[in-house]
Structure formats: C-alpha cells, structure tokens
C-alpha cells in the first residue's frame, strides 16, 4: 500500500516535474558555473523542510530526509549541468541561453529527484532510515563533480546509492540495468608533432608534420586491433586533427586530439605504453618532434551485485517484468563511478526515447529531447529502490538480532 500510495502521489506531481524539467532546460547553465540552478534547487528542498547543504564540493547540493524510524542510510543521486551546444528545437521549451542547451537530460534528472524528494519527504515518518538527496554540479566536463563532493563529505554516514541516466537511444518505459562495468572509463590525450615548415613546392627542405601525423593516426589504430585481447573492450578515437592554414605552407605543426574508452585498468595502461612507443616510433622515424600528453579521466562505472538485482526487482514492480532488461555496457563514461568506488550501489538507464514526441536524437545533439513521461517512471523505480533497499536491511537486521 505505501508504494501505491507514492505512486500515485508521483503521477500527482507529474505536471509539476515537467513545468521543473522546461524551466531547467530553458535556463542551462555550464559545467562549473552553475549558479542559479543550485540555488533553486536548495530553496526547494529548504521549503520542503529537508535538511539541506550548499556549496558542497563546489556547487553541489545535499538533502537528507530523515525516516520516522531507524535503520539504514541511501543515497540518490541527479546531476544539473548543461552543454555548450546551441539548441535547435522548435519547442516552446527552447533553451533561451545562445549557445548552452541541456543536451543529455540533467534538466529531467533534476526535475526527477525533487519530486522524488517531496513524496519520501510526505512519507519520512514510514522510511526505515535515511535518505541523503545528491544534486551534483559537472558531470560533463573532468574532473566533474562528484569527486569534490564526496571529498566534502556527500557520502558521509550512506550506506548505498543509486542514479540513473535518461536515455533516449531506449524506449521510454524500458529499464536498463547490468550487474559490473556498464559505462566506460573515459579518458583524453594530446599529441603535438613539431615538424619543420616550408614552401609547398620544396617538400625535401621540411619535414612535414601532417605527413606525419596522417601516418601516426593510422599507427594508433593498429593498437587496438593487434595490441589489445579482442575479448577486452577498448576504443581509441582521433577525434580532431589541426594543421596549417595555407594552400601552398607545409606545416610546421599538428595537433592531434582523442579520447580512449576501457573497462579493465590494465588494459588502460597498456594503451598507454603502446600510444608512446607508437607516437616515439613514428615521429622519430620521420625526424619530428613531440609531446604527448594522457589524462585520465573518469573511471569505469562498475555495478555492485546486490544492489543491482535489488534495482532489478524493484524496476519490476514499476514497469513490466519484459520492460527491466539487462543491457550491454557502453563506452560512454560518468563520474558516477566516483561515487561506486566508495559505497555500493548502482547505476541504471530508464528509456526515454520516443519517435511520435521528437524524442529520437542522441545525447550531445542540437536537436536532443527526451519523452517526459520518463520522469515518472525513473521517480518510481528509484523511490521504489530506495526503499525496499532501507526496509529489505531493516528486516535483515531484525532477523540477525533476533538469532
């Protein structure tokens, strides 16, 4: 019966999370320079009378939702920033900031959590335990913002969490959920190949760096498929390649920029050790020079067992048992992982795409757009988590006391 009664609140405040979710995606703000979307976001939950945290870790924001009863202590999590991408959509809705656009859905995961916030809020004296409320700043951009947040203590006292991410590449009414790694760790390099430039008509005078940088894209492709086990997930991506700006100037310079996606740390130090001899090799043999730089960014987001058949379960008294399914990983990456490396917990995807609401553009595109019905049901499924996962611990911790 509390389920229903939630559930049914939720479907209450469905208007109330798409008038949040448009006012959000009217009013971006960019990785690290969120200002007014924290601040809306603390003066809510201050309303609703949840204990509340500004500024932690920077810009990030923390409820706690303290149960009627004791027991354990989950954690929730919804990122807020926005992208530098124009928005493209014809929508009343239309980002009014030129050039910034919630293009990934953190606007909806925002919405998500606050009305996620008022029913356990309504029903706090019913919870067998805590609930902190995670509003995280810069998720799109490492070294992001969970890392900073938990240093700050956002994790202090929870003894598991979850989030989830809405994705319109999945139906909407589709959960998607996988025990392990489900998100790649994310990772960026540099390269500057120092050439020596000249008159295009006098090739032999120089040593011409797109030359070899051209053959040094093509070397790096050569350590995924004959370096790394075909059996280990890996990508190495050039995605931007600068040099020159003259029809008939060889180039004295290029810059090479990627990124490269893994799940298996070792595998993610053998790219490294390979992309250095190959990027030596190569830029030597030709008489250039170099510099290379590797950042590791966000690690891979790696599910816990237990928590992750929990999530399943709950998903199932949410949506149809057919609709929870257990899906590939994929080599995007999140700093989720931050927050898994510290407590249990796990991280899911409840679809949102829909072709009759427009909602069938990727993440990161112009025309991105999600089928807000996917609000409620990730609102149901994480309530629904949340609280069999305080009431599942509190029925455990009665039985151990009572053997």
């Known amino acids: 019966m509390m389920f229903e009664s939630m559930y049914r609140r939720l479907s209450e405040l469905f208007p109330e999370m798409v008038q949040w979710r448009r006012h959000f995606h009217m009013n971006p703000e960019l990785s690290f320079m969120e200002e007014k979307t924290p601040a809306t976001i603390a003066e809510y939950l201050t309303q609703l009378g949840v204990e509340v945290r500004t500024g932690v870790g920077g810009r990030g924001v923390v409820g706690i939702i303290r149960g009627g009863k004791p027991g354990k202590t989950v954690g929730i999590r919804a990122d807020f920033d926005a992208l530098a991408i124009q928005d493209e959509k014809d929508v009343d809705y239309k ?38 409320l995670i509003h995280q700043f810069a998720e799109e951009i490492a070294p992001g913002g969970a890392l900073p947040m938990i240093e700050d203590g956002c994790l202090d006292g929870v003894d598991a969490i979850f989030g989830t991410h809405l994705w319109s590449s999945h139906p909407v009414g589709e959960i998607g959920y996988r025990t392990g790694p489900i998100m790649a760790a994310a990772d960026k390099f540099t390269i500057e190949i120092k050439g020596r430039g000249g008159h295009g008509a006098a090739p032999h005078e120089t040593i011409d760096s797109i030359v070899v940088g051209t053959a040094l894209v093509q070397n790096l492709q050569q350590i995924i498929s004959r370096r790394i086990n075909p059996l280990k997930p890996a990508v190495l991506t050039v995605a931007s390649f600068h040099a020159g700006d003259a029809f008939n100037v060889i180039a004295d310079s290029a810059s090479i920029i990627g990124t490269v996606r893994t799940f298996d740390p070792e595998v993610q130090d053998l790219i490294i050790q390979e992309m250095e001899r190959v990027i030596k090799t190569t830029c030597e043999g030709a008489g250039a020079q170099y510099t290379f730089v590797y950042d590791k960014g966000y690690p891979a987001v790696c599910n816990h067992p237990e928590e992750t058949a929990l999530l399943a379960r709950s998903a199932a008294q949410v949506v149809p048992a057919e609709h929870v399914k257990e899906m590939e990983p994929i080599m995007g990456g999140e700093d989720f992982a931050y927050y898994l490396q510290k407590v249990p917990g796990t991280f899911f995807f409840t679809g949102a795409g829909n072709p009759d609401k427009g909602a069938t553009y990727p993440h990161h595109h112009p025309k991105f757009d999600i089928d807000e019905q996917a609000m409620l049901t990730a609102a149901k499924v994480l309530i629904t988590a949340a609280v069999n996962y305080l009431h599942e611990k509190d029925s455990k911790a009665a039985v151990a006391s009572v053997n």
């Open 95 to 132: 980002s009014q900031v030129p050039g910034v656009m919630h293009a990934c859905g953190h606007d909806a995961h925002t919405a998500t959590l606050l009305a996620v916030a008022k029913v356990l809020v309504e029903n706090k004296e019913e919870l067998h335990g805590n609930v902190v």
